[in-house]
């Protein structure tokens, strides 16, 4: 099946069924609004790079996508991290998901993009000042429950990937 629709149309018919599902319990807020930042990054992305249409949508165009470099949180150029990749394959596989689901598709270019694993840091207790600001931060938000969560988990000796590298 291929499909001349615009690039465009296409992933808004994506947004519109996320918004659907969301409305359902299917995603949360949360995952919507990471989800639909990144299918517009990629759609502004491809555009830049001459796709038009759906068709347009190449593997190799994909994978350039997904491990496009891109600015760190500290306003640096810098290639993507693993997780960086791995959320981005994500967000493309499930959009061209969605659209054989709809059925205006029944490709999926992010189907062979082979991306590294999440690497592994070490793992180190939290410092005192570091459980404090875990704690007031868990305890000062709207939505508390995956928050304290995470604060559980940290103060269990559980791994996070930004400590980890700051230490």
Known sequence: MGSDLSLTHAFGRVWDEWQTMAARG??????LDKFGLLLRRSERYMHLRGAVVLDDVTADLAEDFVTARGRSRHGRVTDAAASTMLGRRSVLRIAFRTLRELGLSDTDPTRDIVLPSRPNGEVRPLVEGEVIDLRHHA???DRPRRHGAAAALA???GPSERLCRES
């Open 26 to 31: 299917e995603f949360t807020e949360q995952t």
């Open 139 to 141: 305890s000062f938000i």
């Open 155 to 157: 103060l269990a000796g």
